[in-house]
């Protein structure tokens, strides 16, 4: 009976002491899975890493190189300043001219 029980899974005592088989279920074999074939599924993972990890310095390197002048780039930003308007120039843009209201003045 115990050669039994050991096939069916293993046995444990609970806290009430009563003696309890709880099974173990095999593992399936599916055809055709990395464990068919002995490949390491890893390995695509691995290969996928380094490449984004290539890619990620390249993009870097690539942007490290685009970096402008500081002096030229101020200057660039002085002349893009100029083509906008203060606050005040679209202010004077916009008003509307009003003049006093005539008092009319009521004869009888």
Not at 16 to 32: L, M, R
Not at 79 to 107: C, G, H, I, M, W
Request: charged share 20%; no cysteine.
């Amino acid at each position: 009976m115990a050669a039994l029980s050991q096939a069916r899974g293993y046995t444990e005592e609970d806290s009430a002491g009563q003696s309890n088989i709880f099974a173990v279920e095999p593992k399936q074999y599916v055809a055709g899975s990395s464990r068919d074939t002995g490949e390491n599924s890893n390995n695509a993972a691995l290969v996928a890493g380094a490449v984004g990890v290539g890619i990620l310095a390249v993009g870097l390197l690539a942007l490290r190189g685009t970096q402008p002048n500081s002096a030229v780039a101020v200057q660039e930003l002085r002349k893009e300043a100029s083509n906008y308007r203060t606050l005040r120039q679209y202010k004077d843009q916009f008003a509307v001219a009003t003049a006093a209201p005539e008092v009319a003045s009521f004869q009888s």
